[in-house]
């Protein structure tokens, strides 16, 4: 059986957004997508509707930040209800505004409080509860550090599936982007991990860019997710429902998806959306391509403006050669 995480997309605070989403799922209609990070704070706290999302993005899994049991559960009961397919819970993000919440990648040193957390969301849905984390933090970045926390918050917390970032973090002295670029990447950990605990569905992050390296990883595990390459071109993900899920479909063409977020465009525009904050997410589609420059430029220039509509979008796209019928 295809296992529902063997291709996902990275939740990315401030990009894999409802738009994004969307758009995404025009490209593949398998892969899995994240929400971006959600707080336990803000949904419960917040003014707003955080866990909105179009039906058309299924599968689709809800990324959580927060470290009360209790809060957790009640969020993960509330996504269930939503009809969400997976909570996520984010033992990864090393950004300094996540330590201070005290979630994140700083849970990886409180395996037991992780357990907890799983334990309490688990006992009130039927949904996955799945796990996001680091390879290790700081000076904890042993293998054996590495087991014994999936160890102890698969059998303490029940957690079944992993999704594991390959790189360590460091809470103190790096940045976010720097999180992501410094420490080395080391695949063979989260390899080892699914040699030691093949029980569990063990899916690796970091650094992924084709579907060639997706294809070699998943000769040794059950997943893979890609982070940044799917959203700067996100045309990488067009072939994954046929490489990677072998799927007998056409693949669509890039002028074709972008005609199909047309109708979508349309709708979020008379709700009050502003083409910006869609288009945004567009304009990898054409990378590498003759017209790649002038499609962005225009956009970029245009998409902002008052009342801007799909005309916009439509005279972007006449910036791509013909000729090229891509």
Request: charge should be negative; aromatic fraction near 8%.
């Amino acid at each position: 059986m295809t296992h529902p995480c063997r291709l996902s997309v990275a939740p990315m605070l401030d990009w894999t957004d409802r738009h994004c989403r969307y758009f995404h799922r025009l490209l593949s209609s398998q892969t899995l997508l994240y929400t971006e990070m959600v707080t336990t704070g803000a949904i419960i706290h917040g003014k707003g509707d955080f866990l909105a999302y179009n039906e058309e993005e299924h599968p689709v899994a809800l990324q959580l930040g927060g470290s009360n049991p209790q809060d957790l559960a009640h969020c993960a009961k509330l996504a269930q209800q939503y009809g969400y397919d997976e909570i996520n819970l984010n033992v990864g993000c090393p950004s300094d505004r996540v330590q201070n919440g005290r979630f994140g990648a700083c849970l990886m040193a409180e395996p037991q409080l992780v357990a907890d957390c799983v334990a309490a969301m688990k006992s009130v849905v039927d949904i996955p509860v799945t796990v996001k984390t680091r390879i290790g933090i700081d000076d904890m970045d042993s293998y054996e550090f590495l087991t014994d926390f999936i160890s102890l918050v698969s059998e303490k917390g029940g957690c079944e599936q992993f999704t594991i970032h390959a790189r360590k973090a460091w809470l103190s002295g790096l940045s976010p982007k720097e999180n992501r670029e410094i420490p080395p990447l080391d695949y063979s950990r989260a390899y080892q991990l699914k040699k030691d605990f093949p029980r569990l569905v063990i899916a690796v992050n970091g650094g992924v860019k084709t579907l060639a390296e997706v294809s070699e990883h998943l000769q040794h595990l059950d997943g893979v997710m890609i982070g940044r390459e799917a959203y700067q071109s996100p045309y990488l993900l067009a072939e994954v429902d046929q490489t990677i899920f072998g799927m007998d479909t056409p693949i669509k063409k890039r002028s074709q998806i972008i005609e199909e977020m047309f109708p979508y465009i349309e709708r979020q525009l008379a709700q009050g959306s502003y083409l910006g904050h869609i288009t945004r997410h567009m304009l990898g589609m054409f990378q590498n391509m003759p017209g790649a420059r002038q499609w962005r430029r225009y956009i970029s220039e245009n998409a902002h403006k008052p009342g801007a509509g799909i005309e916009v979008v439509q005279a972007a796209l006449a910036k791509i050669p013909k000729e090229l019928n891509v």
